[in-house]
């Protein structure tokens, strides 16, 4: 069957999708599964976890060379106009419509449902119930490898210029976890007497199993939200999707973009989404002007990288539970749910 026929076959067949066709439909829908997205939305919906989104969903930040910032990856692209794709804002929508994507929606990030849930995102703002009590001072937040990066010779030197940036500050490093996997990056770390925390695997291992409930995939953002609140203040190496969620809470956030960072991770094939990467490294500091405004590199937080980031998470397209329920396209019982003790 050619790739036309096939796509053909699934738009006018959707409800063949049983268990034996499961890996096919995570593979088109799998953005939705990272960070444990679906289940922060349906914890809000107080639906359970058989519930596929039968859609795209963006997962975090990525830039565009055509319009700043591309709301999300589009993978597969032979299937983003049959499907509908779930972004985060009204900007992110009228990027895609630039570019003639015209099945974009904009519900506002899974951050802020989780938020919301908690009952910190109240009426449009962001509360904290009582005033934080950081048990750290610095939390440092360094670019991740991938299957594309890994650690190289140059990353103690990048961990060296991060702790004589910090002086004798009690810090802890937030590890991605291809990184926390890696004894000699932990090592690394713990030599300049950094604290070292991770909030689990980001999704399914090897990126097949994309449901899987190990590693702590589901509670990706609880666990990041508990690291942020511990801390006073936090660093970013480069401009990430966390900067916005501790940027929205208030903390003191910042991006310090060193050239010796980006030797710090080095390419270890030419596969697929290599050139983005490249090209997102040689617009480094143009990205993080976008996503804090042009003080990124101070150590505080303004109003306006406050205003960027809640701006970036789509606050304005927050949606109630009944009006995230009409929009989206939920079908349950197709996901294994995890046991009651999880």
Same mark, same amino acid.
């Given at each position: 069957m050619?790739?036309?026929?096939?796509?053909?076959?699934?738009?006018?067949?959707?409800?063949?999708?049983?268990?034996t =066709?499961? @890996?096919r %439909?995570?593979?088109?829908? /799998? *953005?939705?599964?990272?960070?444990?997205?679906?289940? !922060?939305l #349906?914890? &809000?919906l107080?639906?359970d976890?058989?519930h596929l989104?039968k859609?795209?969903?963006?997962?975090?930040?990525?830039?565009?060379?055509?319009?700043?910032?591309?709301?999300?990856?589009?993978?597969?692209?032979?299937?983003s106009?049959?499907?509908p794709?779930?972004v985060?804002?009204?900007?992110?929508?009228r990027?895609?419509?630039?570019?003639?994507?015209?099945?974009?929606?904009?519900?506002?990030a899974p951050?802020?449902?989780?938020?919301?849930?908690?009952?910190l995102?109240?009426?449009?703002?962001?509360?904290?119930?009582?005033?934080?009590?950081?048990?750290?001072?610095?939390?440092?937040?360094?670019?991740?490898?991938?299957?594309?990066?890994?650690?190289?010779s =140059?990353? @103690?030197? %990048?961990?060296?210029?991060? /702790? *004589?940036?910090?002086?004798?500050?009690?810090?802890s !490093?937030? #590890?991605? &976890?291809?990184?926390?996997?890696?004894p000699?990056?932990?090592?690394?770390?713990?030599?300049?007497?950094?604290?070292?925390e991770?909030?689990g695997?980001?999704?399914?291992?090897?990126?097949?199993t994309?449901?899987?409930y190990?590693?702590?995939?589901?509670?990706?953002?609880?666990?990041?939200?508990?690291?942020?609140?511990a801390?006073?203040?936090?660093?970013?190496?480069?401009p990430?999707t966390?900067?916005?969620?501790?940027?929205?809470?208030?903390?003191?956030?910042s991006?310090?973009?060193?050239?010796?960072?980006?030797?710090?991770?080095?390419?270890v094939?030419?596969?697929k989404?290599?050139?983005r990467?490249r090209?997102y490294?040689?617009?480094?500091?143009?990205?993080?002007k976008?996503l804090?405004?042009?003080d990124? *590199?101070?150590?505080?937080?303004s109003?306006?990288?406050?205003? #960027?980031?809640?701006?970036?998470?789509?606050?304005?397209?927050?949606?109630?539970?009944d009006?995230?329920?009409?929009?989206?396209p939920?079908?349950?019982n197709?996901i294994?749910?995890?046991?009651p003790?999880?």
């Amino acid at each position: 069957m050619n790739t036309f026929n096939k796509i053909a076959f699934l738009k006018y067949n959707r409800g063949l999708f049983d268990a034996t =066709n499961r @890996e096919r %439909m995570y593979w088109f829908f /799998r *953005e939705q599964f990272r960070f444990g997205h679906r289940e !922060v939305l #349906l914890d &809000y919906l107080d639906l359970d976890y058989s519930h596929l989104i039968k859609g795209f969903l963006q997962h975090g930040v990525h830039p565009h060379p055509e319009v700043g910032y591309w709301p999300y990856q589009e993978l597969p692209k032979s299937f983003s106009t049959f499907y509908p794709s779930f972004v985060w804002s009204d900007e992110a929508v009228r990027n895609a419509k630039v570019l003639g994507k015209n099945h974009v929606r904009a519900i506002g990030a899974p951050w802020l449902y989780l938020l919301a849930k908690l009952g910190l995102f109240v009426d449009g703002k962001i509360i904290l119930e009582s005033e934080r009590n950081p048990s750290r001072d610095v939390l440092i937040v360094p670019a991740h490898g991938s299957g594309h990066y890994f650690a190289n010779s =140059n990353y @103690e030197k %990048m961990v060296g210029n991060l /702790r *004589e940036r910090i002086g004798n500050s009690e810090a802890s !490093v937030l #590890l991605y &976890y291809t990184e926390f996997c890696d004894p000699k990056v932990r090592q690394a770390w713990s030599d300049k007497g950094f604290f070292i925390e991770c909030s689990g695997f980001a999704w399914g291992a090897e990126n097949r199993t994309l449901w899987t409930y190990n590693g702590g995939r589901p509670r990706f953002l609880q666990n990041t939200l508990r690291v942020l609140l511990a801390h006073g203040e936090v660093i970013c190496t480069s401009p990430t999707t966390l900067a916005t969620y501790s940027a929205s809470l208030g903390i003191p956030t910042s991006l310090w973009i060193d050239d010796e960072i980006s030797f710090s991770l080095d390419l270890v094939n030419e596969g697929k989404g290599v050139e983005r990467l490249r090209a997102y490294d040689s617009r480094i500091r143009e990205i993080a002007k976008n996503l804090l405004g042009p003080d990124f *590199e101070i150590r505080d937080i303004s109003r306006e990288k406050r205003q #960027l980031s809640l701006k970036y998470l789509g606050v304005e397209s927050f949606q109630s539970q009944d009006s995230l329920r009409r929009l989206l396209p939920l079908e349950a019982n197709l996901i294994p749910v995890p046991l009651p003790s999880y």
